[in-house]
């Protein structure tokens, strides 16, 4: 008896009842033993050799380890299970040769170990795994296009593709801190930093300086009475040479003083999501 309450129609039970004879086609080979060889350990995989059994080299994988001293001796026992219960997809013969499974439909709010995901319908087919809210094909991970391109595509509520799996986007290559210098009125001041980032073109970058509160500040700052420039600072990031990205902060003092304050640096990268 498999309790399936999505599976509302002949494919849906279909392919639920297809995707449990897969699971247990194969027999489960578990068993244990006892040895005072050292070096076993869970997730281990071991092959057994057993004509009492019909075995021969059979692949498995240790489960559990359990180890006890032996009084007075110093020797260590080992209680090894093993199992092909969780054994590494391929890896088992419990996995071999069995046709893929599509398995698709609405994976209602169950008790139990069961994801809850609402009337998220989950689809596995030619061109990937498709997510759908039962309208709006939400997400695709797979085949986007014919060409073939192969990504992520995100749509949202509104039906607008947030993620299209084949743009470029900004990454962030490189962040750090460095401090705005002091200000000289009428001379500027800068601050630099060379980073390796594998860039060989100037790239986009965005910094931001304390005010000594915590606040970012914006690159000129201005006598809020008067509306006169007070001070000038601006940072940018351009490559000086093979792996080289040099970082620039720079002060540019009118009038009044301006000690040095903390800033942080990001540098850009154009790259496939």
């Known amino acids: 008896y498999i309790d399936a309450p999505s599976a509302d129609d002949a494919e849906k039970a279909r392919n639920i009842a297809q995707l449990q004879l897969g699971r247990v086609a194969q027999p489960n080979v578990r068993g244990r033993f006892t040895t005072t060889t050292d070096g076993w350990r869970a997730g281990q995989n071991i092959t057994i050799t057993s004509a009492q059994y019909g075995l021969s080299a059979y692949t498995t994988r240790i489960v559990k380890v359990a180890t006890r001293f032996l009084t007075g001796t110093g020797k260590r026992t080992y209680d090894i299970e093993f199992s092909d219960t969780g054994a ?114 100037h790239p986009a970058s965005m910094s931001f300086r304390d005010d000594g509160a915590g606040i970012p500040m914006p690159e000129l700052i201005m006598n809020i009475t008067t509306g006169v420039l007070i001070v000038k600072s601006a940072a940018w990031a351009r490559v000086t040479a093979t792996d080289q990205t040099r970082v620039t902060f720079a002060t540019y003092l009118v009038s009044g003083t301006q000690s040095l304050s903390a800033g942080r640096y990001y540098i850009l990268k154009e790259a496939a999501l």
């Open 88 to 201: 590494r997809l391929g890896g088992s013969p419990a996995f071999q040769g069995l046709p893929a499974q599509v398995v698709s439909g609405t994976l209602g709010e169950r008790d139990g170990a069961q994801v809850f995901l609402g009337n998220a319908q989950v689809d596995v087919n030619s061109r990937g795994v498709v997510v759908s809210d039962g309208a709006v094909e939400r997400v695709l991970m797979g085949q986007l296009t014919t060409t073939p391109t192969y990504g992520l595509r995100v749509t949202n509520g509104s039906s607008v593709v947030i993620i299209d799996g084949t743009s470029n986007m900004f990454k962030i290559a490189s962040t750090g801190t460095m401090d705005f210098p002091a200000g000289v009125v009428g001379v500027g001041q800068s601050n630099t930093t060379d980073i390796a980032t594998g860039m060989t073109y």
